[in-house]
């Protein structure tokens, strides 16, 4: 038996209009419905948020994520009320040992590859593998020692009051080291 177009639509229709499918009503979500699946959504969001996050962090390494003390402290002008004049020197001083900061930290890094490199070789000397952490150490203690400068040239910047103040402030940093 053969079924025409003009059968096949009346069926339809009659599915339609007599089982109730077209009587259906709309059923909106009721508010907690609504709250979990947002709920829900905003935890995905967070999770992806977190997860790029963490491969932000794991591509760009230890050098970029280190903060200078005058970043720090250019970030904490509004609770050290700050002079117009005292960030404007802040902020030369943080660009004049800018480039020279980011070479010192560089250094360091390359060092200690040197140092490991050395170590893990079968065929180094015990005098090589010194050289290669003096080497290392020193070129930290360049590095703690050119921060010492700024830190000292900031601190000048400073009222008495003001470097008490950013002395009792507790970093992010901070809080995570001692939880």
Avoid: C, W
């Avoid at 140092?115 to 079968?122: G, I, Q, T």
């Avoid at 203690?141 to 402030?169: C, F, M």
């Amino acid at each position: 038996m053969k079924i025409t177009k003009s059968q096949m639509a009346a069926v339809l229709l009659n599915l339609l209009f007599f089982n109730g499918i077209a009587n259906a009503e709309y059923k909106p979500y009721t508010n907690t419905e609504q709250e979990t699946k947002q709920q829900k959504m905003e935890k995905r969001q967070q999770k992806r948020e977190a997860k790029k996050d963490k491969k932000e962090m794991k591509q760009k390494g230890m050098k970029e994520k280190a903060k200078s003390y005058s970043a720090i402290v250019l970030e904490q002008a509004e609770v050290l009320n700050l002079t117009d004049e005292q960030l404007g020197k802040i902020m030369r001083i943080q660009m004049n040992h800018k480039k020279a900061r980011k070479e010192l930290l560089n250094q360091p890094r390359k060092s200690m590859t040197k140092a490991l490199k050395e170590l893990r070789n079968p065929g180094a000397t015990v005098d090589s593998i010194r050289k290669a952490g003096r080497a290392h150490t020193d070129d930290f203690d360049a590095l703690v020692e050119a921060e010492i400068i700024v830190r000292k040239s900031i601190d000048t910047a400073l009222t008495a009051v003001q470097r008490k103040k950013l002395q009792g402030i507790k970093l992010p940093v901070e809080e995570k080291m001692n939880d």
